[in-house]
């Protein structure tokens, strides 16, 4: 059987076949001449299937959408606090090319507009790196990420470099501010190159997908950043990611994230997967028309939206029996908090005073709210003078100290 989700996705693009309006960019020179009819998409989900459609092979600068990934590497390289003391995470409300500071702090807004995303793009490896430095460890990040070796766009940097006035401006604002410790020039130069990496949506996807799996690259199955970083860099992907057209895109939509000059428009799915599309023409928030069109049929089809609701809490407890003394309670899937809370009003309801069992032999996951509120629901049990127990054969409730030192029985 062929899996149906790639047909699928095909037949998205080609409804959209008709779709002309909006314009390719024309502020960068070379984007002008753009093939405004490229249409490609490509799905990858965080188990590293990709299923792509259109024009998935053709490479296209990857713009703005590389701001979201250069703010995880400045994560990366200089930590949460450094990062957060130079750029906020509230949304702008604003044009990407805005020359906008937030009033007090002086900090840009976010690093999703540019004047976050040069500033971003500075704090790259750390202090005193040149711009090739820079320049390579967002290629590097960017490779690593998409799971082969990116190049760079010569061409469209250097229209754009000779272009960059708006830029420029944006970075010696910076420096008159004390946000840029560098050389505006080299900064901006810097930053151009980073907008000049190729992709093509099948990298995206994949990059995207990585965000979506907690920063695991889903493909080469390499950690490339922690839990933490990647949720930072969803977050501002939600904040901001659109410019000023986030708040509708976020209510159509409700999936994280960022488009770019060049017709590339990214999202990510938490938990799911790293969606991307490429179309040339723009609306007037400089974001590429058939790509929202795209985004919003795969989340009304699809069920994407992140506002969804999921009933994750009332899957967890499969089923309870009592046999031979002792009562089991069988656990599946994920376990988190409302998980958690499932399996405690199961374990409150039960006065049945025989021994507890927790059988997880059929749970997948869970974090560690998850595991810390079996543990406590075991203590509490065991308080009230029952013996307990759990079943775990693959271990999915590591360390399961009761929190004085003591173990429930193990089985399994
Ligand atoms: N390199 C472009 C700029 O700085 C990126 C803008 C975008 O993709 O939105 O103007």
Redesign the pocket.
């Given at each position: 059987m062929r899996s149906p989700v790639g047909d699928y996705l095909q037949e998205v693009l080609d409804a959209l076949a008709d779709e002309r309006s909006g314009a390719v960019a024309d502020y960068?020179p070379d984007l002008a001449n753009a093939d405004p009819d490229v249409f490609g998409a490509a799905v990858t989900t965080v188990a590293g299937r990709t299923y792509a459609a259109g024009d998935d092979e053709v490479e296209f600068s990857i713009?703005?959408i590389s701001k979201p990934f250069a703010y995880a590497a400045a994560l990366l390289d200089r930590g949460k606090e450094t990062v957060l003391a130079a750029v906020g995470v509230e949304p702008s409300g604003e044009a990407?090319?805005e020359l906008s500071l937030e009033t007090g702090s002086r900090r840009p807004k976010n690093p999703m507009i540019?004047v976050g995303a040069i500033a971003t793009h500075d704090l790259l490896v750390g202090p005193g790196a040149s711009v090739a430095d820079k320049v390579e460890r967002a290629r590097e990040f960017f490779s690593a990420l998409a799971g082969r070796e990116l190049g760079i766009d010569e061409s469209v940097f250097a229209s754009?470099l000779a272009t960059a006035d708006r830029?420029l401006s944006i970075a010696h604002m910076l420096r008159n501010y004390g946000v840029l410790q560098d050389d505006p020039h080299e900064v901006v130069e810097g930053y151009?190159r980073q907008?000049s990496i190729t992709v093509t949506v099948g990298d995206l996807a994949v990059m995207g997908a990585t965000l979506a799996n907690g920063g695991v690259q889903p493909r080469t199955g390499e950690r490339l950043m922690p839990p933490e970083v990647a949720r930072q860099t969803l977050t501002v992907m939600a904040a901001a990611g659109m410019y000023d057209g986030v708040g509708e895109w976020f209510a159509t939509v409700g999936i994280p994230a960022k488009?770019?000059?060049a017709g590339g428009l990214l999202g990510a799915l938490p938990g799911q997967c790293g969606i991307a599309v490429v179309s040339p023409r723009l609306d007037a928030h400089?974001n590429s028309v058939r790509g929202i069109k795209v985004f919003q049929r795969l989340s009304a089809d699809m069920g994407m939206h992140l506002m969804d609701s999921v009933p994750y809490g009332s899957t967890v407890l499969r089923g309870v029996h009592t046999s031979g003394g002792e009562t089991v309670f069988e656990l599946q899937g994920v376990i988190q908090f409302s998980g958690g809370e499932a399996v405690l009003h199961g374990l409150e309801s039960d006065t049945s005073g025989t021994a507890v069992v927790l059988d997880l032999s059929r749970v997948d996951r869970m974090n560690d709210v998850g595991r810390r509120m079996l543990l406590e629901g075991l203590r509490r049990m065991r308080l009230d003078g029952r013996a307990v127990a759990l079943i775990d054969p693959d271990r999915v409730l590591p360390d399961p100290d009761l929190g004085d030192g003591t173990l429930p029985e193990i089985r399994g």
């Open positions: 960068i713009q703005s990407f090319n540019n754009e830029n151009t907008c488009s770019g000059v400089g």
